[in-house]
């Protein structure tokens, strides 16, 4: 597979783009790439171009487009993923994992069981983003999800789209039509849910689903349920 970059967009066949500070980084010092080697280049937008490296320097590298492009690797179920906040490394995993499996959005979830508080993050939000931008170039896609800020429990409830909690402790209930456009996948954090947060989600019209008979991290859960929404609703299906 060609070296996948992040570069500013439009792509137009012939024009020059430069390559910004981390990915000027990653494709001097860590891909090393030549003048003259064929590339990909991804917006992060959802555009895509085949390109070829023109110079390089230890301060830039130059990428004439060849051919500009869509990726069809997009999922026509927009999956946002609302993740309460847990230890940082274990939400760096499922960033990378969500990203994999086609998720548009990723929102740090504020719920009554965390164990780490909202002003621990502050200063990851770049680490973080830099995370999503390296999944979706490995992943071959062109979309970099969108990582929100954190938002109460409550405030992802009243979204106005369909949403599936998972919870092991509670009785499944089924709301998700066959065929949703949007969907928000609510994941909770090593404690669980409280019984009020599960309430409210029922209150509210969440669709509720367990992943099996054993107790699973969150950070496991997290990549199970995108398997099952993905399988269900997503373009994980499989069809005859």
Known sequence: MRPRFLARGPFVAGSIVELDDDELHHAARVSRVREGELVEVIDGKGATAGAVVRTVTKSAVSIEILEPSLTPRESPLAIELAQALIQPEKFELVL????????????????????????????????????????????????????????????????????????????????????????????????????????????????????????????????AALVVAGSLWGDLRQHD
């Open 96 to 223: 990378q994992k969500a990203c994999e499996l086609g998720v548009s959005r990723v929102t740090p979830l504020i719920s009554d069981r965390i164990d780490t508080r909202p002003e621990r993050i502050a200063g990851r939000t770049a680490r973080w983003q830099r995370i999503l931008i390296e999944a979706t170039k490995q992943s071959g896609r062109a979309l970099v999800p969108e990582l929100a800020a954190p938002e109460s429990f409550r405030s992802v409830l009243d979204r106005d789209c369909a949403r599936v909690l998972f919870d092991a402790d509670a009785a499944e209930t089924r709301t998700v039509g066959s065929q949703p456009r949007r969907l928000v996948v609510l994941i909770g954090p090593e404690g669980g849910w409280s019984e009020a947060e599960t309430a409210l989600a029922m209150e509210h019209g969440c669709e509720i689903r367990r992943l099996g008979p054993r107790r699973l991290r969150a950070e496991t859960a997290a990549i």
